[in-house]
T-cell receptor, first 114, second 112 residues
Framework: ETGVTQSPTHLIKTRGQQVTLRCSSQSGHNTVSWYQQALGQGPQFIFQ???????GRGNFPPRFSGLQFPNYSSELNVNALELDDSALYLC?????????????FGPGTRLTVL | GDSVTQMEGPVTLSEEAFLTINCTYT??????LFWYVQYPGEGLQLLLKATKADDKGSNKGFEATYRKETTSFHLEKGSVQVSDSAVYFCALSGWEGFKTIFGAGTRLFVKA
């Protein structure tokens, strides 16, 4: 059974650019959640996708957007990058949307915005 | 809104010492509570959880009890090992079941 994978591992962008991060969910999981983890902080919930639809969103501006594909893999897109977007971006997959469904996290993508 | 507060680190202990990491929460209703661990270079892993008051979650020698009266979920381990060195996150999932709210994390160093 393959776990949650994310790509790329590291990424460097400049302010104003756009970035796409990718996540492959664990086999059998239909839900993907994305989190932003700033250095020295806990992860902050960005949004969740369930069966290709956005199921909930945290306090992030619209320039953070996402997609989920029929195979339940997912993308996180960030437009007009700002310096404060520098962080570790984590995705987590689960077999459902409730707190009873354990989330399995990927290793993350480290984004640096210069 | 819902929030989690955990003790600041780093916490430095000698091998076989007793560990407590304090965690308190604010939430509407009856959230589920979690401890996650992040080892160096690895993703977050669920360590243990509790879904209702007075439940005790346990795993790998770690345990935590859901205390509604004190809104707390302190993590304990009787005898830590060097391999327990990691960052520990307390978290909750409340009435918005899809969202998990994390504390800031507590880094633990265990010396041989």
């Amino acid at each position: 059974e393959t776990g949650v994978t994310q790509s790329p591992t590291h990424l460097i962008k400049t302010r104003g650019q756009q970035v796409t991060l990718r996540c492959s969910s664990q086999s059998g999981h239909n839900t993907v959640s994305w989190y932003q983890q700033a250095l020295g902080q806990g992860p902050q919930f960005i949004f969740q996708y369930y069966r290709e639809e956005e199921n909930g969103r945290g306090n992030f501006p619209p320039r953070f957007s996402g997609l989920q594909f029929p195979n339940y893999s997912s993308e996180l897109n960030v437009n007009a990058l700002e310096l404060d977007d520098s962080a570790l971006y984590l995705c987590a997959s689960s077999a459902g949307t409730t707190s009873y469904n354990e989330q399995f996290f990927g290793p993350g993508t480290r984004l640096t915005v210069l | 809104g819902d929030s989690v507060t955990q003790m600041e680190g780093p916490v430095t202990l000698s091998e076989e010492a007793f560990l407590t990491i304090n965690c308190t929460y604010t939430a509407t209703g009856y959230p589920s509570l979690f401890w996650y661990v992040q080892y160096p270079g690895e993703g977050l892993q669920l360590l243990l959880k509790a879904t209702k008051a007075d439940d005790k979650g346990s795993n790998k020698g770690f345990e935590a009890t859901y205390r509604k009266e004190t809104t707390s979920f302190h993590l304990e381990k009787g005898s830590v090992q060097v391999s327990d060195s990691a960052v520990y996150f307390c978290a909750l999932s409340g009435w918005e079941g899809f969202k998990t709210i994390f504390g800031a994390g507590t880094r633990l160093f265990v010396k041989a």
